[in-house]
Structures are given as structure tokens and as C-alpha cells.
């Protein structure tokens, strides 16, 4: 095969080692702008895992490697005059220059025809079999055929800049300064017996207010750093350095940029590396990613007969992967950015949600790795919360307004659409029910409509006659007879999402008949197929708001302990809230304020209705995952305007606002919404914050809490799959206090598991052997769990 690679740094140079192990008939050019000791940057970080698949694939090169690393297992944190140590990470660094001449040495010896300061010229895809493009984030070639690979750039907001010091740490080490201009931070690590990796980072804000700025706009020529800012970090983090010095290497300051593609590979043209994606350095080195690439390009194409099944079972193997990778690079390079928000925390607390930000690592994962730190992070939470004794963070008490919660743990609102005419009936008997004995401390309803023209579907239930009431008592009897849980009603108006079918019939699809006519802020529908709704007047106004009163003093009366407005998920006052579904010009619409007026109505009349004892509660959409839908940060000050008026609690969700968003899932993907409102507005004024979305363990329940993410967690389909998945969560933590009690009937049930905090699996390595005519090349590598990052 003639093989044309654009690029010779590591991914690209990799690449073609690999390649020529396998067939020496493989015919290889590879083109390198830069002279062969143009390195720029000092260490490159590496995982054990992908060490791993390295030494798998090519035992001499690995040997190579290894022969040069810096190990190390401890990251140190030195944060507010305190420093701390955290074990059992499991890395290694060494020098990109070393590095890369170890790569060019291999190509060398292997008959790869590498031409250093030399353009890769236009046209190879006629003249090759394969062209891969390891270009780099700012990829030539990718441009050239932005067409087809369809790239999104997302700069961020940090500034950061590369250095090198002659300081050899012992241990990864992050370093956050607080300065008169803000939050600054380092990344600091060895990679090798003379030097470490030194990363300076801060937001632009604090960048600008450091006079950093000075030289904005200024063209550095190729490899010339800036040396007045240089001089500037030496004097800054001179106490850091310890009397080290730190040296530049075509140092200046960048902003991180992104990168996407909707496709990897087009003909016989492929992409690799940061030209395909990147992922922030908080996280591990884009040559760590490159290098994996690499490797599974050339498995590919060495088990698929030819050049487009290969590289489309490489695009569909690494795709995921990669994906996965750059979702908790953005949690991390966002939390980065946002660290100013918690540098009020306690240390250890700080610490840990360092060291969690990006949802990979978890209390488990700690917890296995260093027992000593978890305990630490155990002892400072129930400090905080005013508890003598560790208990898991789940099953400490929350006091919400005037209600004790006997745990953390919510069952979230999940409509079941299962009622006549809006009466609950034996299902919301036995499905609530079952939940509140299953251990949760509260327990919600679905969204309970306020009207008959309020409703989704006609399986909602209601409470706009007294016989709903009487039923939904019943229910509230039961929970407080049967268990030690709370129980709340959520309230609603569904809006321009109303007069559809049972979900299990068609999610948001139009009723074939019996419709009845919905309304909206304003006359635009849900989606293409949906109905266009009536733009509501104040008249209409005025009634609906009479409908969440009647409502709310049926829920009093029915014994409801919690009262939760929905104001979520594109319903009626999530739709006056949103841009996207209000284009009113009169005072409802235009101005956030005004979009925030007639939602704000409807609680203060609703709690003016509900008993002063009883908390109330608000539901948010933290964002519209639209372009020109609200954000995290318009969701700041509407939780801050709900607060105002008096909400005990904001629980934070996100989207459902239109069929056309486009949400960005993931594990937790939702809690950094909650994050941001709890440490924005909320935690200075005592108002609790509930996370939802994604939450799936118990070991997510606790790292969420201990992080200081959230005060509650809401978990919807979890409690689906197992009713009594709090009890369960309790056993297998070995927990048995009164947060978490069995009922008695079920006592003989409950038993010690088989194994405890399954969640802390350590990763370990499958690797698929090629053919023994292969001689050293081992291509497969799959990690059983994602990889742990720092």
C-alpha cells in the first residue's frame, strides 16, 4: 500500500512505525513542515492504559519509552496555604523531544521515507492508496476539505501558556493562586530527571486585569515566546518555583480551542490526532489521544480488505471513545474556568472536587486509590453538615425549609400518564408507594396539571376537582404511614406541549381526536408536527393563575408536604421564560425581566396558597440547548428571581423546551447547571439546590454531594429499575442507620452483598493478539472502563 502521512509528530510518525511493522511492502512518505528538532512544548503525559496498548503493539519502542520516563502515583494540590496529597493515580511523562526523536529513529530504521521542512504537497489523495492528515489542531488539510469533514472550533475562555522549569517535581501538582486580579492556576509535571512541565492558566478576565494583555495582537514569529510575560510568571510564581528557574520554548498565551468533526474520513483521506479532535490538557496530552488513534487506524486496516471498510470500522471504533474523552475534557477545561466560583470551599473539599471535575473519577475511584484522602473528604462533609460521625453523603439529613428529609435522595418526577380524568388511581398507589418505602427521603408526584386544558396527554392527573384530591390523599396517607419519606407534589401547566398522545403511543405526537385547543406565550408550536397553540391574553392569564391556586390548596389539603412549580422542560411557564417559544412584545416577552413576569405571578399567587410551613420549590431549565435559547447563565438569574421571591429549593434540569435541541448527554450532564446556581446564588442565601439528569449510582449520589455540586439528588429511571434502589445503595455501602431503614416486613430481605463499591472496579487491559507472523504487533487495545485523568 502507498501511504501518504501529512504531519510528523507523534501521531503521524506512529503511524507509519506501526504500519511498516506490519508489511515492510508498505510504501511510506511522510511530510513535516518543521525541521526534525522543531519541538516545541517539554513533556507529554501517558496513562497506564495506554502504555499499555503501546507495549502491545511494538515491544521494542515501548522499551524505548519506558527506559526515559518520569513515574509517578500522587497528584499534590496546594490550594489556600495548604497542600494535599492524593495516591494511587498511575502515570508517566517524558520529554515530546525525546519522544519524537525515538519516533524518527524507529521510522528510520524501518525504511520510512520521512521529509522534514518540507510542505506536503496538494493532491496526494490521486496519487495515494491512503493520505492520512496528522497535521495538528490547525490542520491544513482539514481546511482544505472543511466541506466534507464539516469541523466546529469552539475557542475557549481561559488563557494558558507552556513553559518548562528545571524544578523536577515528585508528583503531578496543581498549584491555585489566589491573586489580587483573581484565580490563577498551574499544572505542573516531571518528565524527566532534569525538568517539568509548568502550565500557566486563568481566566481572560484575570488575565486582563494582571495586564497581561500588553502584548494582545502581537505576531510572535515561529518559535519566539513572549518574553515579557515570561518575566512577568517568573516574579508571580516565584514561590512555586522555589528558587528554580522556567524556561520558554515558542511560549505565548493561547486559548484552547475545541476541535470537532462531524466526519473523521472521506475517500482514502483520514483524519487523525488533534486535526480530527482535541481535548483539553487538564485532562491528559493530545498525543496520549493521537498515539491511541494510531493504533487502532492501523488495526483497522490491517483486518478489512480494503482502504473505506477500514477506515469506516476505524471512524466507528474510536469515534465513541474519543466522544466520551472530550466530554469530561470540557467538564474539566469548564471547571477550570469557573474556578473562581469555589475558592470559598473548605480545602479538602476543594480538593476533591478538583479532582472530580470531570465525572470520570468519582468517590470510589478515589476511594480505592487512596483510602486515607477519602476518609479526609468523609470526615470534613459531616463536619460541615454539624454530624460527629462519617455516614455516606446520601444519607445525611437535609432540613429543606421547615421539612426534614431523613436522606439526600429524591425519586424525581416522572410522568405516568396513567390517570381518568385526571384521577390517580391503584397504579399512583403502588408506583409512589413503592418508592417511598424503597428509601428515598422524597418522594415526587408527576407533573399534577391544573386544569383539563393543562394536561399533556389524557392519562395526566390532575387536581382541578376535589375527587382528585380526595385520591391523591389516599396516596399522601400511605407514604405517611407506611414509610418515613416525604412526599411532593409537582404542579404544572403543560402549555403548547398539551393535547398529545400516551407517551408509549407517540412522545409529543398530536391526539388523532378528542384535542382540545392549548396555549402558549406565544402561537409557535413544539415542533414541526405539533400544535400550533393560542397566544394567551391576560384574561387567560388570570384564569390559569386561579387554576395553580385551586390547585395548590387541594395539594395543602390532600397532605402533601413539598409543593414544586414546574417551570421546566418547555411546559407553559417554561415557555414564557425561553426566547425560543416567546416572541411576545407586550411586558411578558422581550427582556428576561418580562419573560421572568407572569412565571413570577404564579408563584407568589401560589405561595400566598400554600401552607407558610410547607417548603415550595422551582423546577428550571438550565438551558435550552439552543443557540439563541437561554443559557446557564440566564438560568443564574432566574433561580435568582424565584429565590427573591421566597423559593426554598431550585431544582435544576434542562431542555425539552423545543424538538429541535440538540443536548449535550452524558454522565451527570446536567449537574454542572446545579453547580453554577448553587455557587453563584443560591449557597449565600441558604437556598437548596437539587441536581437531576444522568445520575445513575450511588457513588455518582455521594461524589455530587461530598464536590459541593448539589444539597439533593433526584434520580428518575433509577428508581424505575429498582423501587428500592435507596435500600439497596444503603447495603452495599454497609450503611444501616435510621436514613435508611428496611421495613420491617422486608428486614429478613436485606443482606450483605457478594462484593462492595462494585462502582471502584480498577481499568484493566483486553488486548487482541494479530497474527504470530506479525512479530511484535499487538493492535487491539480496549480499556474495560474509561481511563482515569487527572
Same mark, same amino acid.
Given at each position: 500500500?502507498?501511504?501518504?502521512?501529512?504531519?510528523?509528530?507523534?501521531?503521524?510518525?506512529?503511524?507509519?512505525?506501526?504500519?511498516?511493522?506490519?508489511?515492510?511492502?508498505?510504501?511510506?512518505?511522510?511530510?513535516?513542515?518543521?525541521?526534525?528538532?522543531?519541538?516545541?512544548?517539554?513533556?507529554?503525559?501517558?496513562?497506564?492504559?495506554?502504555?499499555?496498548?503501546?507495549?502491545?503493539?511494538?515491544?521494542?519502542?515501548?522499551?524505548?519509552?519506558?527506559?526515559?520516563?518520569?513515574?509517578?502515583?500522587?497528584?499534590?494540590?496546594?490550594?489556600?496555604?495548604?497542600?494535599?496529597?492524593?495516591?494511587?493515580?498511575?502515570?508517566?511523562?517524558?520529554?515530546?523531544?525525546?519522544?519524537?526523536?525515538?519516533?524518527?529513529?524507529?521510522?528510520?530504521?524501518?525504511?520510512?521515507?520521512?521529509?522534514?521542512?518540507?510542505?506536503?504537497?496538494?493532491?496526494?489523495?490521486?496519487?495515494?492508496?491512503?493520505?492520512?492528515?496528522?497535521?495538528?489542531?490547525?490542520?491544513?488539510?482539514?481546511?482544505?476539505?472543511?466541506?466534507?469533514?464539516?469541523?466546529?472550533?469552539?475557542?475557549?475562555?481561559?488563557?494558558?501558556?507552556?513553559?518548562?522549569?528545571?524544578?523536577?517535581?515528585?508528583?503531578?501538582?496543581?498549584?491555585?493562586?489566589?491573586?489580587?486580579?483573581?484565580?490563577?492556576?498551574?499544572?505542573?509535571?516531571?518528565?524527566?530527571?532534569?525538568?517539568?512541565?509548568?502550565?500557566?492558566?486563568?481566566?481572560?478576565?484575570?488575565?486582563?486585569?494582571?495586564?497581561?494583555?500588553?502584548?494582545?495582537?502581537?505576531?510572535?514569529?515561529?518559535?519566539?515566546?513572549?518574553?515579557?510575560?515570561?518575566?512577568?510568571?517568573?516574579?508571580?510564581?516565584?514561590?512555586?518555583?522555589?528558587?528554580?528557574?522556567?524556561?520558554?520554548?515558542?511560549?505565548?498565551?493561547?486559548?484552547?480551542?475545541?476541535?470537532?468533526?462531524?466526519?473523521?474520513?472521506?475517500?482514502?483521506?483520514?483524519?487523525?490526532?488533534?486535526?480530527?479532535?482535541?481535548?483539553?490538557?487538564?485532562?491528559?496530552?493530545?498525543?496520549?489521544?493521537?498515539?491511541?488513534?494510531?493504533?487502532?487506524?492501523?488495526?483497522?486496516?490491517?483486518?478489512?480488505?480494503?482502504?473505506?471498510?477500514?477506515?469506516?470500522?476505524?471512524?466507528?471504533?474510536?469515534?465513541?471513545?474519543?466522544?466520551?474523552?472530550?466530554?469530561?475534557?470540557?467538564?474539566?477545561?469548564?471547571?477550570?474556568?469557573?474556578?473562581?466560583?469555589?475558592?470559598?470551599?473548605?480545602?479538602?473539599?476543594?480538593?476533591?472536587?478538583?479532582?472530580?471535575?470531570?465525572?470520570?473519577?468519582?468517590?470510589?475511584?478515589?476511594?480505592?486509590?487512596?483510602?486515607?484522602?477519602?476518609?479526609?473528604?468523609?470526615?470534613?462533609?459531616?463536619?460541615?453538615?454539624?454530624?460527629?460521625?462519617?455516614?455516606?453523603?446520601?444519607?445525611?439529613?437535609?432540613?429543606?425549609?421547615?421539612?426534614?428529609?431523613?436522606?439526600?435522595?429524591?425519586?424525581?418526577?416522572?410522568?405516568?400518564?396513567?390517570?381518568?380524568?385526571?384521577?390517580?388511581?391503584?397504579?399512583?398507589?403502588?408506583?409512589?408507594?413503592?418508592?417511598?418505602?424503597?428509601?428515598?427521603?422524597?418522594?415526587?408526584?408527576?407533573?399534577?396539571?391544573?386544569?383539563?386544558?393543562?394536561?399533556?396527554?389524557?392519562?395526566?392527573?390532575?387536581?382541578?376537582?376535589?375527587?382528585?384530591?380526595?385520591?391523591?390523599?389516599?396516596?399522601?396517607?400511605?407514604?405517611?404511614?407506611?414509610?418515613?419519606?416525604?412526599?411532593?407534589?409537582?404542579?404544572?401547566?403543560?402549555?403548547?406541549?398539551?393535547?398529545?398522545?400516551?407517551?408509549?403511543?407517540?412522545?409529543?405526537?398530536?391526539?388523532?381526536?378528542?384535542?382540545?385547543?392549548?396555549?402558549?406565550?406565544?402561537?409557535?408550536?413544539?415542533?414541526?408536527?405539533?400544535?400550533?397553540?393560542?397566544?394567551?391574553?391576560?384574561?387567560?392569564?388570570?384564569?390559569?393563575?386561579?387554576?395553580?391556586?385551586?390547585?395548590?390548596?387541594?395539594?395543602?389539603?390532600?397532605?402533601?408536604?413539598?409543593?414544586?412549580?414546574?417551570?421546566?422542560?418547555?411546559?407553559?411557564?417554561?415557555?414564557?421564560?425561553?426566547?425560543?417559544?416567546?416572541?411576545?412584545?407586550?411586558?411578558?416577552?422581550?427582556?428576561?425581566?418580562?419573560?421572568?413576569?407572569?412565571?413570577?405571578?404564579?408563584?407568589?399567587?401560589?405561595?400566598?396558597?400554600?401552607?407558610?410551613?410547607?417548603?415550595?420549590?422551582?423546577?428550571?431549565?438550565?438551558?435550552?440547548?439552543?443557540? /439563541?435559547?437561554?443559557?446557564?447563565?440566564? *438560568?443564574?438569574?432566574?433561580?435568582? #428571581?424565584? &429565590? +427573591?421571591? $421566597? @423559593?426554598? %429549593?431550585?431544582?435544576?434540569?434542562?431542555?425539552?423546551?423545543?424538538?429541535?435541541?440538540?443536548?449535550?448527554?452524558?454522565?451527570?450532564?446536567?449537574?454542572?447547571?446545579? /453547580?453554577?446556581?448553587?455557587?453563584?446564588? *443560591?449557597?449565600?442565601?441558604?437556598? #437548596?439546590? &437539587? +441536581?437531576? $439528569? @444522568?445520575? %445513575?449510582?450511588?457513588?455518582?449520589?455521594?461524589?455530587?454531594?461530598?464536590?459541593?455540586?448539589?444539597?439533593?439528588?433526584?434520580?428518575?429511571?433509577?428508581?424505575?429499575? /429498582?423501587?428500592?434502589?435507596?435500600?439497596? *445503595?444503603?447495603?452495599?455501602?454497609?450503611?444501616?442507620?435510621?436514613?435508611?431503614?428496611?421495613?420491617?416486613?422486608?428486614?429478613?430481605?436485606?443482606?450483605?452483598?457478594?462484593?462492595?463499591?462494585?462502582?471502584?472496579?480498577?481499568?484493566?487491559?483486553?488486548?487482541?493478539?494479530?497474527?504470530?507472523?506479525?512479530?511484535?504487533?499487538?493492535?487491539?487495545?480496549?480499556?474495560?472502563?474509561?481511563?482515569?485523568?487527572?
Amino acid at each position: 500500500m502507498k501511504i501518504a502521512i501529512v504531519g510528523g509528530g507523534p501521531g503521524g510518525l506512529y503511524f507509519a512505525a506501526l504500519m511498516k511493522q506490519l508489511d515492510q511492502a508498505h510504501d511510506i512518505t511522510v511530510w513535516e513542515r518543521n525541521a526534525p528538532d522543531d519541538t516545541f512544548g517539554f513533556g507529554v503525559v501517558f496513562s497506564d492504559e495506554t502504555l499499555g496498548g503501546i507495549e502491545n503493539a511494538d515491544t521494542e519502542f515501548a522499551e524505548a519509552m519506558a527506559r526515559r520516563f518520569a513515574r509517578w502515583t500522587d497528584i499534590d494540590i496546594h490550594f489556600r496555604g495548604e497542600s494535599h496529597t492524593v495516591g494511587g493515580q498511575g502515570f508517566a511523562a517524558m520529554s515530546r523531544k525525546e519522544l519524537l526523536r525515538l519516533l524518527q529513529e524507529r521510522c528510520h530504521a524501518l525504511g520510512v521515507d520521512v521529509r522534514f521542512r518540507t510542505p506536503a504537497p496538494d493532491g496526494l489523495s490521486a496519487s495515494y492508496d491512503l493520505v492520512v492528515a496528522a497535521d495538528g489542531a490547525n490542520s491544513r488539510v482539514r481546511a482544505a476539505h472543511s466541506e466534507v469533514f464539516r469541523p466546529t472550533l469552539d475557542r475557549r475562555h481561559n488563557k494558558y501558556m507552556w513553559l518548562g522549569t528545571d524544578r523536577v517535581f515528585e508528583a503531578f501538582q496543581f498549584f491555585v493562586k489566589q491573586t489580587e486580579w483573581g484565580t490563577m492556576q498551574v499544572h505542573g509535571y516531571p518528565y524527566s530527571d532534569s525538568g517539568s512541565t509548568f502550565i500557566v492558566e486563568m481566566h481572560e478576565d484575570v488575565w486582563r486585569r494582571a495586564g497581561f494583555d500588553a502584548t494582545e495582537g502581537v505576531e510572535f514569529a515561529p518559535g519566539v515566546s513572549d518574553e515579557q510575560a515570561v518575566e512577568r510568571i517568573r516574579g508571580l510564581f516565584a514561590g512555586e518555583l522555589a528558587g528554580h528557574h522556567v524556561f520558554a520554548n515558542n511560549s505565548k498565551w493561547l486559548n484552547f480551542t475545541t476541535v470537532r468533526n462531524e466526519r473523521w474520513h472521506h475517500g482514502n483521506l483520514v483524519l487523525v490526532g488533534d486535526a480530527a479532535h482535541t481535548a483539553h490538557f487538564s485532562i491528559g496530552s493530545g498525543t496520549k489521544l493521537a498515539m491511541e488513534d494510531s493504533l487502532a487506524l492501523a488495526a483497522c486496516l490491517h483486518e478489512h480488505p480494503d482502504v473505506e471498510a477500514a477506515l469506516t470500522a476505524y471512524e466507528t471504533e474510536r469515534r465513541p471513545v474519543v466522544e466520551s474523552t472530550q466530554r469530561a475534557a470540557q467538564a474539566s477545561l469548564e471547571w477550570f474556568e469557573n474556578i473562581g466560583m469555589y475558592v470559598h470551599q473548605e480545602p479538602t473539599q476543594f480538593c476533591f472536587n478538583l479532582l472530580t471535575r470531570s465525572r470520570r473519577i468519582t468517590y470510589d475511584n478515589l476511594r480505592a486509590r487512596d483510602e486515607e484522602f477519602a476518609d479526609r473528604v468523609d470526615a470534613a462533609f459531616a463536619t460541615a453538615q454539624g454530624l460527629k460521625g462519617a455516614v455516606p453523603a446520601m444519607f445525611q439529613p437535609f432540613r429543606l425549609g421547615e421539612l426534614e428529609l431523613k436522606n439526600r435522595v429524591i425519586v424525581s418526577p416522572m410522568d405516568m400518564y396513567s390517570a381518568v380524568d385526571g384521577v390517580p388511581g391503584d397504579f399512583h398507589l403502588v408506583h409512589l408507594g413503592s418508592k417511598a418505602m424503597g428509601g428515598a427521603g422524597l418522594v415526587m408526584t408527576e407533573m399534577v396539571c391544573t386544569s383539563p386544558e393543562g394536561r399533556i396527554t389524557p392519562g395526566c392527573a390532575g387536581l382541578w376537582t376535589d375527587e382528585q384530591r380526595d385520591s391523591w390523599a389516599r396516596i399522601v396517607s400511605f407514604v405517611h404511614d407506611r414509610s418515613t419519606a416525604r412526599i411532593g407534589l409537582q404542579l404544572g401547566h403543560a402549555g403548547r406541549k398539551g393535547s398529545t398522545r400516551l407517551m408509549w403511543e407517540g412522545m409529543d405526537d398530536p391526539l388523532p381526536y378528542g384535542n382540545w385547543k392549548t396555549v402558549g406565550p406565544s402561537p409557535l408550536p413544539y415542533g414541526a408536527a405539533s400544535a400550533v397553540p393560542r397566544e394567551v391574553t391576560r384574561a387567560d392569564m388570570d384564569r390559569i393563575v386561579q387554576d395553580f391556586v385551586g390547585a395548590a390548596r387541594r395539594g395543602a389539603e390532600a397532605g402533601f408536604d413539598l409543593l414544586e412549580l414546574h417551570c421546566a422542560h418547555g411546559y407553559l411557564l417554561s415557555s414564557f421564560l425561553s426566547p425560543v417559544a416567546n416572541h411576545r412584545t407586550d411586558e411578558y416577552g422581550g427582556t428576561l425581566e418580562n419573560r421572568l413576569r407572569f412565571p413570577l405571578e404564579v408563584f407568589d399567587a401560589v405561595r400566598g396558597a400554600w401552607p407558610a410551613g410547607r417548603p415550595m420549590i422551582v423546577r428550571l431549565s438550565a438551558t435550552d440547548w439552543m443557540p /439563541d435559547g437561554n443559557t446557564e447563565h440566564d *438560568a443564574v438569574e432566574i433561580a435568582r #428571581a424565584f &429565590i +427573591a421571591h $421566597g @423559593a426554598d %429549593a431550585i431544582d435544576v434540569s434542562s431542555g425539552q423546551v423545543t424538538a429541535d435541541e440538540r443536548p449535550a448527554y452524558g454522565r451527570s450532564y446536567q449537574t454542572p447547571f446545579a /453547580d453554577r446556581i448553587r455557587h453563584e446564588v *443560591a449557597a449565600a442565601t441558604g437556598t #437548596a439546590v &437539587i +441536581a437531576v $439528569g @444522568a445520575i %445513575a449510582s450511588y457513588d455518582d449520589v455521594n461524589s455530587i454531594l461530598l464536590a459541593g455540586r448539589a444539597d439533593l439528588c433526584a434520580l428518575g429511571r433509577t428508581h424505575l429499575y /429498582d423501587p428500592h434502589w435507596t435500600l439497596h *445503595a444503603a447495603a452495599e455501602q454497609e450503611y444501616r442507620g435510621d436514613a435508611a431503614q428496611w421495613p420491617v416486613q422486608f428486614g429478613a430481605g436485606r443482606r450483605k452483598p457478594p462484593t462492595s463499591r462494585t462502582d471502584a472496579v480498577r481499568p484493566r487491559l483486553s488486548l487482541l493478539r494479530a497474527d504470530e507472523s506479525d512479530r511484535n504487533v499487538h493492535l487491539r487495545w480496549t480499556p474495560s472502563r474509561e481511563p482515569a485523568n487527572v
